[in-house]
């Protein structure tokens, strides 16, 4: 993937902070400016936070670390599932279950029982049953997958997290500092960054700047993976320089919440803008 530029994070929305009055006071040194409401993030600092999670995944991952995707939101959990899976690791895109960090040997008891009963499924077993028996484990073996089926291969706690919206994920957070495991996340303005190791303010409703960061996270695994692997071919993609934002992009992104206020929404639903998909979900 190449290295993420300050044009393609426009173009998916990621500056687009919630309405003014919405904001978390301690986001204010990531907030850029503010046009119609609606306050305009820092890109500047988007991208250069990017490349730096960039090459702090790409480490962990190439000491031999893992690192956990959490997404629970509509707009997050393709995403999180797609890229998770893409690169090899760990993912959470339904529910995070209380006590998945800081009491992992329950948990991993649970997925020695999801384990157990697809063995059990598979082997015809189940055919012996009743059908109202039968329908009572198949719904337990389906929910089991849909709240473990991301972590079921993670032997142990992992090394660092990756949140999409540290507001809905908050005990994920919680447990995470408890732990003293390190947390990188999207954060948008109406959250607090005070708990996050490596904070990326980002808009973390628009489903396509979730995309491209949780790519080009993903991206950094992989590079990682290809250094643990003492891979000579593996290059890396993040960049050493800066881009400044001039009058230009001011101008572009002016412009740009002018155009999606009046429409109300922007292509994607949960996308561009705020006012008409986030606050219709009463965020």
Not at 41 to 61: H, M, P
Request: hydrophobic residues 40%; contains cysteine.
């Amino acid at each position: 993937m190449a290295d993420v530029s300050m044009k393609a994070l426009l173009e998916t929305g990621v500056h687009f902070g919630h309405r003014t009055h919405k904001r978390e006071p301690k986001m204010k040194p990531y907030i850029f400016t503010e046009r119609n409401g609606i306050h305009i993030l820092d890109l500047q600092q988007t991208t250069n936070s990017i490349r730096g999670a960039f090459k702090i995944v790409r480490e962990v991952v190439a000491a031999g670390g893992v690192v956990l995707f959490v997404g629970t939101k509509r707009q997050a959990q393709d995403s999180i599932q797609t890229e998770a899976e893409r690169c090899g690791m760990p993912y959470v895109s339904n529910r995070w279950l209380g006590g998945l960090m800081t009491n992992w040997r329950t948990i991993k008891d649970r997925i020695r029982d999801l384990e157990r009963m697809e063995r059990a499924q598979a082997a015809n077993e189940w055919d012996k049953l009743k059908k109202k028996e039968r329908l009572i484990l198949e719904r337990k073996l389906s929910k089991l997958v849909d709240r473990l089926g991301g972590i079921r291969n993670m032997a142990k706690t992992p090394q660092m997290l990756f949140i999409v919206d540290v507001r809905r994920e908050e005990t994920a957070v919680k447990e995470s500092n408890k732990l003293e495991i390190p947390v990188m996340a999207m954060v948008d303005t109406n959250c607090d960054p005070s708990n996050i190791d490596h904070v990326i303010p980002a808009n973390d409703d628009a489903i396509r700047a979730i995309k491209l960061v949780l790519a080009h996270m993903a991206d950094a695994v992989l590079e990682g993976i290809g250094m643990r692997k003492d891979d000579p071919n593996v290059e890396s993609v993040a960049a050493d320089t800066d881009e400044v934002i001039d009058e230009d992009t001011v101008d572009w992104v002016s412009q740009g919440v002018k155009d999606k206020v009046s429409v109300g929404i922007g292509a994607d639903d949960g996308d561009l803008p705020r006012d008409a998909a986030a606050d219709a979900e009463q965020k």
